[in-house]
Structure formats: structure tokens, C-alpha cells
């Protein structure tokens, strides 16, 4: 065991250095003894092509080993290409499985993006409660497009009541923190004379 945490230590060293060729041996070899990190940190080499030419299929499929031994960022990952049909086949219902079991283990940005899914009833059935759940947690623990999308439930009333002031207050919690759509929504409520900032 401690053999194999420095040998995960050089590899996290190598992999911060930006000697990607040796970080690729590395977490290779750590992957022989089916180390659940080191499969996220190919996935990631791959996906990136770094010390390896880029290829999305093994990156999906390292993210996907990684992910069913259950590392956070790789179910996160796994369903991100999912969603997007990266890398692999374009999945809706498997990607909401894999944000849940992210979301499981307290990754925010799945909490995000598994209540847009039930927003938009992709992969899911269409549950704005469930979104306007999922969106409150991620946006209390600080996701701007979470802040976003709550903010834009409250306006429109779906899966909560309809509060334009909390729609604001969500949007400009969001618009503080560099969320785009949000900046450029403030920015016309400020024009139009609704808000002062």
C-alpha cells in the first residue's frame, strides 16, 4: 500500500510538472494494479492528449473504469462525454445515471447538470421540482450556472413559486461570479431602469 501511494504521489508530481510522457507511465502502470485514480488520470491524459496522441474513445473508456469504481470526478466525466456523445455513443439516460452517482458523492457541478436534464426532460422524466432541488444545492454551495438556473425557475415559477426578486437575486449572484448570460441580464435590467445594482 505504501508503495502504491508513491507511486501515485510521482505520478500526481509528474502530471503537475507537465511531464505528461512520464505521468502516461506512470498512472499506466499503477492502472495494471487496477489503482481506480490512476484510470481517471489516463482518461484525462487521453482526453486531452497529453503524452499520448488525443483519442476520446480511451479516454472515455479509462473515465468509465475509473467511474464504475467509483471516483467522483470520473462519473462526472463519463457523463458529461455521455451527454455529449463524445468519445462514445450519445446517451441521455445513462449520463443522468452517472451525474446521480456523482452527485451521490457531493460533486456539485453534477447536481447542475442533472437538474438541467430534469429541467429539460432529457434522459429523464421532466420534473421541475427535482430540477429547482438539485439547481438550490449546487447554487448554495456556489455553482454560478446553478445560480443561473435557479434564478430562471424563480422567474418562471417552475418547480417553485414565482419570485422575480429571488430570480434577481440568484441572477446577480451569478453575474458576480463571471456567469455571462447572467452579467448580460443584470446589465439590461440595469439599463431598462428595473434594477439598480
Not at 14 to 25: G, I, N, P, T, V
Request: hydrophobic share 45%; proline share 1%.
Amino acid at each position: 500500500m505504501l508503495k502504491m501511494n508513491a507511486q501515485l504521489q510521482e505520478a500526481y508530481n509528474a502530471l503537475m510538472s507537465k511531464e505528461y510522457a512520464k505521468a502516461f507511465a506512470l498512472y499506466s502502470a499503477l492502472a495494471e494494479l487496477k489503482e481506480p485514480t490512476s484510470f481517471y488520470y489516463l482518461g484525462f491524459l487521453y482526453f486531452r492528449g497529453f503524452g499520448i496522441e488525443q483519442d476520446s474513445k480511451k479516454a472515455f473508456e479509462n473515465y468509465l473504469e475509473a467511474a464504475t469504481r467509483e471516483v467522483p470526478l470520473a462519473q462526472f466525466e463519463v457523463a458529461l462525454m455521455l451527454e455529449n456523445g463524445e468519445g462514445c455513443e450519445q446517451n441521455f439516460s445513462e449520463a443522468a445515471f452517472w451525474y446521480e452517482e456523482a452527485a451521490k458523492r457531493g460533486n456539485i457541478d453534477a447536481f447542475n447538470n442533472l437538474a438541467a436534464m430534469f429541467k429539460e426532460g432529457r434522459g429523464v422524466e421532466q420534473d421541475y421540482k427535482k430540477a429547482y432541488v438539485l439547481f438550490k444545492k449546487a447554487a448554495m454551495a456556489g455553482n454560478a450556472s446553478a445560480q443561473f438556473n435557479l434564478g430562471a425557475l424563480y422567474d418562471m415559477g417552475l418547480g417553485c413559486e414565482e419570485d422575480k426578486e429571488k430570480a434577481i437575486e440568484w441572477c446577480r449572484k451569478a453575474s458576480f461570479q463571471g456567469h455571462q448570460k447572467a452579467k448580460e441580464i443584470m446589465m439590461r435590467m440595469q439599463n431598462d431602469g428595473q434594477i439598480v445594482f
